[in-house]
């Protein structure tokens, strides 16, 4: 009997998904690779998600050691790097990768960031191990078929100081509710769904969603310093596609106070402060 949804599922399959698409890489029409596209895709990114920065503290981790797991085309890599830290990141996918390792040239930051193609499930198989001030994962752990296995892992590269900054994606969310209300409510087949529509491409092989305690669950053994939900994805998408931010007209006619409450409430992104167990805080 399977234990999990994605049992079925393979690091193969998640690596082919995100080959075949890496996450953001159509966040510009520009040449893919020119500084134009790689300036673009940052700004689309950062103003359709604000709390990324609030959450990853870019500055704070100047002369810091970071640890980024799954830096997909490097949009966050750059930003550490760029505010001063010693990176070292982390992707399945050769395709992300090659293209991160390019905006890191672009940029002149190459010597500031080592990249390794690496399954966060064995990632002290490839990866050194040792101390990071920093361990920052977004929007990837939920994707990899043992997310358990990838938080052991991650571990190894923590220590009494460390601070780990984790999103995965949240249950109780907007974003779940809309996806069950399009499949007719059908509860019993909700994983499948929610994986087959959480990303830009449909048919991601493997989501998982948590709430505030599943994450628990997940991290268990380490101490959740804090933890906040953020993001609903408001525009219309057709002309999101077209680069034109025109929110969709229920969204539209809420009290921005309102759309506030309800994404800190219902949001996508559960973003979560964790450290082991003993560790201070600043
Ligand atoms: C949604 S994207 C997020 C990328 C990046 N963190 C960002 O915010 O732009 C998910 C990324 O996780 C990577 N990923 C999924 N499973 C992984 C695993 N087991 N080990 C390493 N990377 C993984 C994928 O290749 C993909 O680049």
Redesign the pocket.
Known sequence: MPSSPFDAKT?DD??SY?NAR???IRHSNKEVGTKEYFDEVEKR?YFVEPHIPLFAEFDRWRGKKVL??????G??TISFARAGADVTA????DE?LKIAARRAEVFGLTDRIRFYR????ELSSTVPVERYDLVY????IH??PHPRA?IEQIKKYMDAESLLKLMVYHRISWKVGAILASRGFRFWALDKWIAENS?AQTGCPVTYTYTKRSVETLLSGMTIESMFVDHIFPYDVEKYKAYIYIYIWYFNILPRPFFRFLERRLGWHLCVNARLPGGKGE
């Open positions: 690091i998640v690596r995100w890496p996450c953001n990114k980024e797991v799954g830096c997909g085309i949009t966050d982390v992707d399945l996918s992300s690496a399954n966060a499930e994962s977004f929007g990837v994707h990899t990838a990303e």
